[in-house]
C-alpha cells in the first residue's frame, strides 16, 4: 500500500516529464484503435458483394500491419520508459540508500507502468473511439459508398486487440525495467546528476572529407534512383540506393554535428551575439550524442512523407483516371480465330470453336438482348499482321532499345486498327478523329514508358510494312488515347491505319463497345445485373468472351485506392508519432540536465526571453534537421514513388504533398509544441 | 571615499507565520568605490541570504540596498536580469561554468549578452587572459581545467564587463591551497590595478585575509568588523582568528 502511495504521488510529481509520454501512448491507442475499427464503420455502408470482397482483404492487410506497428510502438514506449528511468536515478538512488530493496523499486516502477498503462489505455480507448465515429464518414467517402444510416458503433475486437498488444508491451516495458533496475550500481545513480559533459572533438578534417563523401554517396543514391532511364530495371535494384542512403544519411548527420559549430564560429560577429554561441554548442552536443537516432528518424520521417503523399496521390488518381479511362459503360472483346494449335494448350475445342463466331452472335446465343439494353454500339475489329512486331516498328532504333531493356518483349504482334473504326470509338469516348493519307499511319498509347520509346522510332520516321505496302508516321509522336477501357494507363500502342491497308490481314480481336440504355443509375444498375449474370452462365464460360464494365473498373480501383490510402495513412501516421517522440522525448530529458545551465545564465543576468529564445531555437534546429533532410530526400523519393506508379497518374500530386504537408505540420509541429513549452515548464521551474 | 553600496537595514524571513526564521535581523553596512570586503560567518549565519539579497537573486523582506544611488529592492523582471549584467559581475563558489563552451566563449557570454560587438569583446578578452594568467587556456573546456583555472576563468567573466561590484560566493570553497591563493592574488589584483570594488563571503580566515575590510556575520546580525589598514596580511589573519575564536569556535572549520 505504501508502493502503490509512492507509486501515485511519483506519477502526479513529475507529471510534466510523463506528458510527451502519456501523450504519446494515447495517440499511440487511439491510433491502433482506429484502424483496427474500421471494419465495424464499413458494415454500415452499401456496397456490392465485390467491394465487400475488397473491404475484407483491407481488414486482413490492416490487422497485418498492426502486427508491425506494434512492434514499433513497443520500441518506442520501451526506449521512453528507459528515458523516464534515467531522469530519475537519483531518486531511486535516495530510496536505496533509506534501505529499500531493489525488489521493492522494481516493485514500485511495476505500478507505475500498471497506472500508466491503465490510464492511458482507457484515455486512448476512449479518444480512438469517439474519433472512429467520425471515421465512418471518411470510410464511405473512401469507397464512395453511400452512408446508409449513422449509428454509434463500438468495435469490441478492436478492443480486446488494442488491449491485448498493449498489455503485451506493458509487460515487456516492466522486464525491461526490472532488469534495469537490478543491474543499477548505487554509486551511479546518486553521481547520475554530476556528470559534466566532456565535449568529444571530431578532427575537422575528417568532418569534412566525410560530408563532403556523404554528400557524393547521396547524389550518386539519388542518380541511381532516378538519373537515366536505365537505372532501376528490377524492384530489388531500389535496395542499393536505399541501403547508400541510409549510411550516407549517418555519416551526413555525424559529419553535421562537427561542421555546424565549426562553420558557425567562423562568423564571429554572429557567433558571439546574444547567446548564439551558448545556442550552437547546445545543438552541435545534442546532434553529436544522437546521431544515430538522428538518422533512424530522418528516415523514418522520409518513409511517412513518401508513404503519405504517394498513397493519397494514388487514390486521387485513380479516381480521376476512372472519368477519363472509362468513358463508355461496358466493352466486350473476344480474341477471333484461335488457331487450332493451341488446343489442349491454353483453349479447349469449344473455346477454339467458339472463336470463329462474333461477339453479337455470342450474346444472341446467351439471350442478352443488347439492342434493348445497350445503345451506341459500336462493333469492330482489330488485326495483327504476321511479321509486324514492336521489333519492326521500332525500326533501325530496336537493337539501342533492345539493349536498354533486356527484359522488355520485343516479338509480341502489334495490334492495328482501321482508321474508320477508330474514328467511331473516338467519337464516342470523346476523343478527337484522325485522319490519315494512304500511306500514313499513326500510334495511340498512353503509357508514358513505351511512349517514349515509340516516339523515338516516330521521330526517326521509321516505316512499317503491311502487305508489302510501306507506311510513314503521319505523327511524330504516340497520339494520346485508347481502345481498352480500364482503370489505368496501359495502353501501350495501337496502330491506326488506312481502312485498305487492312483488307487481307488476319482479325485478332473483336470488340463491342456500348453504352447502357438507360436514362437514370438505377436502371443502369438493373443492366449491369444482367450482364454480370453472365459471370455464373455456364454456356457463356464456355466461350472466349471476356469484358469490363464501368462499375466494376471504378469499384475495383476505388477499392484499391482506399486499401493502400488507410494502409498508408495509418503507418505514415505511427511512422511520424515514432519520429516525434523520439525527438521530443530525447530533448526532454536533456532540459533537465541543462537545467542547471539555463539557472547560471540567469545568475550572470541573462533575460528570461532570451533564455527562451535560445531554447526555441535549440529545439526548432533539433527538429527541423532531420525533417530538411528528410524533405530533401523525399523529393527523390516521390519521384521514384511516382515512377514506379506512373500507370496510376501522376496528376494529383500537388494536392496530396498539400495534405501530407498538413499532417506533418498538426503532428510534428504539435510534438515540437508540446515539447517547447514543457522545455521551458522545467527549465522556468526554480 | 565615494560610497558605491548603501545597505540599509535590512531584513530577511523564511517560512510562514507558524515557524519564522530570521536570516538577516537589521543589517546595515556601506562599501566605498574599490573596496575589498569579505563578509564571514558560520554556516547559517545569513551571509549567503545577505549576498543573494544584494545581487538580487533573492529579494529583501524590509529595508533597501542603493547601488550609486539606485534602490535595487525595487527593481523587477527584466529590469532586474539587465541590472545583473550590466551592474554586476559574479564569481561563485562552484565556477558556474557553461561546460559546453570554451573558457573564451564563457567569458565573451558575459558580453555578448550586453551586445557589445565582437571586436571589443576579443579585445577585452585578451587583456584581461592576460591579467589572471589564462591566456593559454582560452581555447579549452571547463572539464579540462583545474579548479582554479576555471575559478579564474570565471572571475575573467566577472570582471570583464566593468561591474560596479563584484560579487563572490565562497570563490575558495571548490578550491586546493595552492590554486586558492593564486586566485586570491589574482582578485587582489583586480581590486589594486583596476579599482574593482569586491564582496566576497566566505568561512575561511586565510581568504579573507586578503580584503582591506571584514565584516562578521552571526544570526543574522553584524557581531564585529575589522578594517586591515596598514597591517601586514599575517597580522591582518591573526586578528581575524582572534574574532572568529570569540565567535565561539562556530567556525571550527575556518583554518
Known amino acids: 500500500m505504501m508502493l502503490y502511495k509512492l507509486s501515485l504521488g511519483n506519477i502526479k510529481k513529475s507529471f510534466k516529464d510523463y506528458a510527451i509520454y502519456f501523450f504519446t501512448l494515447i495517440l499511440g491507442v487511439a491510433v491502433f484503435y482506429i484502424f483496427n475499427a474500421i471494419d465495424s464503420q464499413t458494415i454500415m455502408l452499401e456496397v456490392t458483394s465485390s467491394t465487400r470482397a475488397i473491404i475484407d482483404l483491407m481488414i486482413s492487410m490492416l490487422s497485418g500491419v498492426s502486427v508491425f506497428v506494434s512492434f514499433i510502438l513497443g520500441f518506442l514506449i520501451i526506449y521512453a520508459s528507459r528515458f523516464l528511468m534515467k531522469r530519475r536515478h537519483l531518486e531511486f538512488g535516495i530510496y536505496m540508500t533509506l534501505g529499500m530493496s531493489k525488489g521493492s523499486i522494481s516493485k514500485i516502477l511495476l505500478i507505475e507502468t500498471i497506472l500508466i498503462g491503465l490510464i492511458s489505455l482507457i484515455v486512448g480507448l476512449f479518444l480512438g473511439i469517439i474519433i472512429s465515429q467520425t471515421m465512418s464518414i471518411f470510410v464511405a467517402n473512401m469507397f464512395e459508398a453511400s452512408l446508409t444510416k449513422f449509428a454509434f458503433v463500438l468495435s469490441y475486437p478492436a478492443i480486446l486487440k488494442t488491449i491485448g498488444y498493449f498489455s503485451i508491451m506493458y509487460l515487456i516495458v516492466m522486464i525491461f525495467n526490472t532488469i534495469n533496475i537490478s543491474k543499477c550500481k548505487l554509486i551511479d545513480l546518486i553521481n547520475a546528476s554530476k556528470k559534466s559533459e566532456k565535449v568529444k572533438l571530431k578532427n575537422p578534417i575528417i568532418c569534412l572529407i566525410l560530408f563532403i563523401l556523404s554528400c557524393i554517396s547521396l547524389a550518386y543514391a539519388y542518380y541511381l534512383v532516378l538519373g537515366s532511364d536505365e537505372s532501376l530495371q528490377e524492384a530489388s535494384e531500389i535496395l542499393l540506393p536505399i541501403f547508400i542512403g541510409c549510411v550516407a544519411t549517418f555519416v551526413l548527420f555525424w559529419s553535421m554535428s562537427g561542421m555546424i559549430l565549426r562553420f558557425v564560429k567562423k562568423i564571429k560577429s554572429f557567433y558571439y551575439k546574444d547567446l548564439n554561441s551558448f545556442t550552437f554548442r547546445q545543438i552541435s552536443s545534442k546532434i553529436n550524442t544522437t546521431v544515430m537516432s538522428m538518422s533512424v528518424i530522418c528516415i523514418m520521417l522520409f518513409l511517412t512523407i513518401c508513404i503519405l503523399s504517394s498513397a493519397l496521390s494514388l487514390k486521387n488518381s485513380l479516381n480521376a483516371n476512372l472519368k477519363e479511362l472509362a468513358p463508355v459503360d461496358i466493352q466486350f472483346y473476344k480474341t477471333l480465330n484461335i488457331d487450332e494449335s493451341y488446343l489442349n494448350n491454353g483453349y479447349t475445342l469449344e473455346q477454339i470453336e467458339d472463336s470463329k463466331i462474333t461477339l453479337k452472335e455470342n450474346l444472341e446465343n446467351l439471350r442478352l438482348d443488347y439492342k434493348k439494353y445497350f445503345k451506341d454500339i459500336v462493333d469492330l475489329n482489330t488485326y495483327t499482321s504476321n511479321d509486324l512486331t514492336l521489333e519492326k516498328t521500332l525500326g533501325s532504333l530496336y537493337s539501342k532499345f533492345h539493349e536498354k531493356y533486356p527484359f522488355m518483349t520485343f516479338d509480341t504482334a502489334e495490334e492495328l486498327i482501321k482508321l474508320s473504326d477508330y474514328n467511331k470509338l473516338a467519337r464516342l469516348f470523346n476523343k478527337e478523329e484522325l485522319a490519315l493519307g494512304n500511306n500514313e499511319y499513326i500510334i495511340v498509347a498512353d503509357y508514358d514508358t513505351v511512349v517514349d520509346i515509340r516516339n523515338e522510332a516516330l521521330k526517326e520516321n521509321t516505316a512499317i510494312v503491311i502487305d508489302n505496302q510501306k507506311y510513314f508516321p503521319k505523327i511524330k509522336e504516340c497520339v494520346d488515347g485508347f481502345v481498352y477501357i480500364s482503370s489505368n494507363h496501359i495502353n501501350t500502342g495501337i496502330i491506326v491505319v488506312p481502312d485498305e491497308a487492312l483488307e487481307n490481314a488476319h482479325p485478332e480481336k473483336n470488340v463491342l463497345t456500348a453504352n447502357y440504355n438507360a436514362s437514370n443509375e438505377e436502371e443502369k444498375e438493373k443492366i449491369e445485373e444482367k450482364v454480370l449474370a453472365l459471370n455464373e452462365n455456364e454456356d457463356a464460360l464456355k466461350t472466349v468472351l471476356s469484358g469490363s464494365t464501368k462499375m466494376q473498373i471504378k469499384e475495383a480501383s476505388v477499392g484499391l485506392g482506399a486499401m493502400i490510402t488507410f494502409i498508408g495513412i495509418y503507418l505514415g501516421i505511427i511512422f511520424l508519432i515514432t519520429s516525434a517522440a523520439l525527438l521530443s522525448l530525447k530533448e526532454l530529458s536533456e532540459s533537465t540536465d541543462n537545467k542547471n545551465r539555463y539557472q547560471m545564465l540567469r545568475k550572470i543576468g541573462v533575460d528570461e526571453k532570451m533564455i527562451h529564445k535560445s531554447l526555441f531555437m535549440q529545439i526548432l534546429i533539433f527538429f527541423l534537421a532531420p525533417l530538411l533532410v528528410a524533405l530533401f530526400h523525399s523529393i527523390f523519393g516521390i519521384k521514384f514513388c511516382n515512377k514506379i506508379l506512373i500507370t496510376m497518374g501522376t496528376d494529383q500530386l500537388l494536392a496530396s504533398i498539400l495534405i501530407t504537408a498538413l499532417i506533418l505540420v498538426l503532428i510534428y509541429g504539435g510534438y515540437f509544441l508540446i515539447t517547447y513549452y514543457s522545455s521551458k515548464w522545467i527549465i522556468d521551474e526554480k | ?255
Open chain 2, 1 to 255: 571615499m565615494e560610497k558605491i553600496l548603501e545597505i540599509l537595514d535590512i531584513e530577511k524571513y523564511y517560512g510562514n507565520k507558524s515557524s519564522l526564521t530570521k536570516a538577516i535581523d537589521h543589517i546595515s553596512f556601506d562599501v566605498s568605490k574599490g573596496e575589498f570586503i569579505s563578509i564571514m560567518g558560520a554556516s547559517g549565519s545569513g551571509k549567503t541570504t545577505l549576498l543573494n539579497c544584494i545581487s538580487t537573486i533573492d529579494r529583501v523582506t524590509s529595508g533597501h540596498i542603493y547601488l550609486e544611488g539606485q534602490d535595487i529592492t525595487k527593481l523587477k523582471g527584466n529590469s532586474l536580469n539587465k541590472f545583473r549584467r550590466e551592474e554586476l559581475g559574479f564569481i561563485f563558489q562552484d565556477f558556474n561554468l557553461l561546460d559546453t563552451l570554451t573558457s573564451y566563449e564563457n567569458i565573451a557570454l558575459a558580453l555578448s549578452i550586453q551586445n557589445v560587438k565582437f571586436k571589443e569583446i576579443d579585445k577585452k578578452i585578451k587583456d584581461i587572459s592576460e591579467k589572471l594568467g589564462i591566456k593559454d587556456i582560452l581555447n579549452k573546456y571547463p572539464y579540462q581545467l583545474s579548479g582554479g583555472q576555471k575559478q579564474r576563468v570565471a572571475a575573467a567573466r566577472a570582471i570583464i564587463t566593468n561591474p560596479k561590484l563584484i560579487l563572490a560566493d565562497e570563490p575558495t570553497g571548490a578550491l586546493d591551497s595552492k590554486s586558492a591563493k593564486m586566485l586570491l592574488e589574482s582578485l587582489e589584483n583586480l581590486n589594486k590595478e583596476l579599482q574593482a570594488t569586491i564582496l566576497m563571503v566566505t568561512h575561511d580566515a586565510f581568504t579573507s585575509s586578503y580584503a582591506s575590510r571584514v565584516i562578521f556575520i552571526k544570526d543574522g546580525k553584524i557581531f564585529h568588523e575589522l578594517i586591515k589598514g596598514n597591517d601586514s596580511r599575517k597580522e591582518f589573519f591573526d586578528k581575524i582568528i582572534d574574532v572568529v575564536t570569540l565567535l565561539g569556535g562556530n567556525l571550527n572549520d575556518a583554518l
